[in-house]
């Protein structure tokens, strides 16, 4: 019996998935002005010509890596199990610590200067800003009808924010987890 080989749409897809994660690996590895659409495919292991049959320009490629960071993100934040406070906030600090943040923070430092990137990556952080604040209050058990809660909440996805621009440079780990525990405390006595 004979391999069976997928169809085409389902290489298609899979070729498109596995340069769409290889942009996202680059940008966390090389920057933006390293990250090429021959490095990509070259990381994907695909010709740059199957690359640009997907994504006809580098704009195209990672505008579509934009799209993908915001959909593992927030796919990352949806599976966290409901745990105790402070096991959410380290979770939430983690997503921002980790390589989708770090290529997340490439495409914006990428879109401040690219006028053709800026529109997609505001909105597509606008969207992703929401549902990462959605989902905090849902895991936090949040009642954002108490006056501060809100802001608390979203103070706390700053904070992380700001701890996964301090880990770009030095692994700041020690100093990240007693700030952590200060926020689970916090957000204990904010929102009990």
């Known amino acids: 019996m004979g391999a069976v080989t997928p169809p085409k749409q389902d290489r298609s897809r899979a070729t498109r998935q596995r340069l769409l994660a290889s942009a996202v690996a680059c940008l966390a590895e090389r920057g933006w002005a390293g990250s090429t659409v021959s490095v990509v495919a070259e990381h994907a292991g695909v010709s740059r010509g199957a690359a640009q049959h997907h994504f ?6 990672f505008t579509g890596a934009v799209e993908y960071v915001a959909e593992e993100r927030s796919a990352a934040l949806r599976a966290l199990p409901v745990q105790g406070r402070a096991e959410v906030v380290a979770a939430l600090v983690d997503l921002y610590t980790g390589p989708l943040f770090r290529a997340a923070l490439q495409l914006w430092v990428a879109a401040s200067n690219e006028a053709q990137l800026r529109p997609r990556v505001t909105e597509l952080e606008a969207r992703v800003g929401r549902e990462t604040h959605r989902i905090a209050v849902e895991l936090l058990g949040a009642d954002e009808t108490r006056p501060g809660v809100r802001e ?6 700053d904070m992380a924010r700001g701890l996964g621009l301090a880990n770009l440079l030095t692994d700041d780990r ?11 405390r916090l957000l204990d006595d904010v929102l009990s």
Do not use: S, Y
């Open 152 to 157: 608390t909440v979203q103070g706390l996805l």
């Open 56 to 61: 006809p320009t580098r704009e195209d490629l």
């Open 174 to 184: 020690a100093r990240r987890e007693r700030v952590v525990a200060q926020w689970a």
